[in-house]
């Protein structure tokens, strides 16, 4: 399996324009979760899915983010208009949404690469 | 709330055996994970306690007690490659992960 795949890696855009980042999901996953690292607010978790529908969207920062999951193995995090302060690695990750502990569920999140965003 | 806490940095020489802690609030806490990552690089899986007592996976273990809502990981034989951040994270009844702020270990020769 390819693992969950990510694009771009890197990203440099100006203030004002829109950035649309991309995420394949490993197959039979049925969660995926978006999240943003910075140095300030370490790993924050900006939206999940289960089964492709939006489960939690509150840490989505603001209305110039969205999200969607069109099918079963892909997603996309768009930011419109992009700022400054929306510089940071932004994480995809998946799992197998399983049981209650000590039903077999490990809780692995398997995490895609990576796209480094630059606003300048 | 959810919250996680753990201590910002530790640092331990070759072949030592160190501990990271980490203490939890989370509603409808079902478990904690451990994750490894290196500079420049994705958070990796290392271990999961979805029940209270200890993991063992290789070198590493990790513990959870549910009664004091605190997990810790231990690096046994620690080696430079495992100069990383290390970050707990919690699960909840909606399989939902918030992430703590992550502890950066430091291997000296």
């Known amino acids: 399996d390819a693992g969950v795949i990510q694009s771009p890696r890197h990203e440099v855009t100006e203030m004002g324009q829109e950035v649309t980042l991309r995420c394949k999901l490993i197959?039979?996953?049925?969660?995926l979760f978006w999240y943003r690292q910075t140095m300030m607010r370490g790993l924050e978790l900006l939206i999940y899915?289960?089964?492709?529908?939006?489960?939690?969207d509150s840490g989505m920062p603001e209305d110039r983010f969205s999200a969607k999951m069109p099918n079963a193995s892909f997603s996309t995090l768009k930011i419109q208009p992009s700022e400054p302060r929306d510089s940071a690695v932004y994480f995809c990750?998946?799992?197998?949404?399983?049981?209650?502990?000590?039903?077999?569920?490990?809780?692995?999140?398997?995490f895609g690469e990576g796209s480094r965003l630059t606003v300048l | 709330g959810q919250s996680l806490e753990q201590p910002s940095e530790v640092t331990a020489v070759e072949g030592a055996i160190v501990q990271i802690n980490c203490t939890y609030q989370?509603?409808?806490?079902?478990?904690l994970s451990w994750y490894q990552q290196h500079d420049g690089g994705a958070p990796t899986f290392l271990s999961y306690?979805?029940?209270?007592g200890l993991e063992e996976t290789g070198r590493f273990s990790s513990f959870l007690s549910r009664s004091d809502s605190y997990g810790y990981l231990l690096l046994q034989e620690l080696q430079m490659k495992d100069s990383a951040s290390y970050f707990c994270?919690?699960?909840?009844?909606?399989?939902?992960?918030?992430f703590g702020s992550g502890t950066k270990l430091n291997v000296k020769p």
């Open positions: 989370t509603s409808g806490f079902y478990g």
């Open positions: 197959s039979g996953h049925n969660s």
């Open positions: 990750a998946s799992s197998l949404a399983l049981g209650a502990p000590g039903q077999g569920g490990t809780g692995e999140l398997f």
């Open positions: 899915f289960n089964n492709n529908v939006p489960i939690d």
């Open positions: 306690n979805g029940l209270d």
């Open positions: 994270a919690s699960r909840n009844n909606f399989n939902k992960f918030y």
